[in-house]
Structure formats: C-alpha cells, structure tokens
C-alpha cells in the first residue's frame, strides 16, 4: 500500500531513507524532503522536521527519535 501512494508524492518519492513501522501507520524519513506520516490512506509531510531524515527510532512512550545529516546532523526527540 505504501509504494502506491509514494509515486503521487513528488517529494518524497524515490529518496526514503528510514522506515518506521507502528500501529497506526508509518513514519517515513527522506533525503531533503523531511519526515511524512502514512496512515494507512495518505501521505502527509510534517513540518516538525525538514531537511535529511536518515534513521528513525521509536522512543516506548508514542513519540520517536529522527536522526538527521548535513547542516542539521543530529538526534531529535519529538514526544507525542
């Protein structure tokens, strides 16, 4: 389900970078274009986060770590 609603976001397709799993979609990590939720239905860009997402890592309490590269490099907590 998710590779047929990533072709319709130029955005994001083709630069994945990390893939989070959880119950009520996915968290998806892309080069450049930031992080995006999937729920299932749709794709949708959440604007916490721009730039270079390459690892994302859940954090046991709902919320996740992204771990970025370039200018930005680094860890960052987002908490539910």
Same mark, same amino acid.
């Given at each position: 389900a998710l590779e047929a609603v990533l072709p =319709? =976001? &130029?955005d994001v397709a083709g630069s994945i970078r990390a893939l989070l799993p959880d119950a009520e979609g996915a968290w998806v990590g /892309? *080069? &450049? *274009?930031g992080l995006w939720r999937y729920d299932g239905r /749709?794709? %949708? %860009?959440?604007? %916490?986060? *721009? &730039?270079d997402v390459t690892a994302l890592c859940s954090d046991g309490r709902g919320g996740l770590f992204a771990g970025l590269a370039g200018g930005g490099g680094g860890v960052v907590h987002l908490p539910r």
């Open positions: =319709e =976001e &130029g /892309s *080069a &450049g *274009a /749709s794709l %949708r %860009r959440d604007t %916490r986060i *721009a &730039g």
